[in-house]
């Protein structure tokens, strides 16, 4: 799933929402369209390592192969 980040032009609210294809997204907190969109993060990775646990996402490979999440599966993100 296609998970974008944006910041409102508005409101300067920071949000992450699920784009369907062809959707312009709304800001949540204002409504506005005008919408800065920040890179994709893939989802949610590293919210499920706690202290102790493995974090093995090594952030430069990482962010170059989720360039591709956008198409819905990324092998390398961890989604799903
Ligand atoms: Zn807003």
């Given at each position: 799933m296609p998970i974008y980040e944006y910041t409102c032009n508005s409101c300067?609210?920071?949000f992450e929402?699920?784009?369907?294809?062809?959707?312009?997204?709304?800001c949540p907190?204002?409504?506005s369209k005008e919408l800065s969109r920040l890179l994709s993060r893939c989802g949610f990775i590293s919210k499920s390592t706690g202290p102790g646990g493995e974090s093995q996402v090594t952030a430069s490979?990482?962010?170059s192969a989720c360039g591709s999440c956008s198409a819905?599966?990324?092998?390398?993100?961890?989604?799903g």
């Open positions: 300067k609210k920071e929402i699920l784009v369907l294809g062809g959707d312009t997204p709304a907190g204002c409504d490979s990482a962010s819905g599966s990324c092998a390398s993100c961890g989604v």
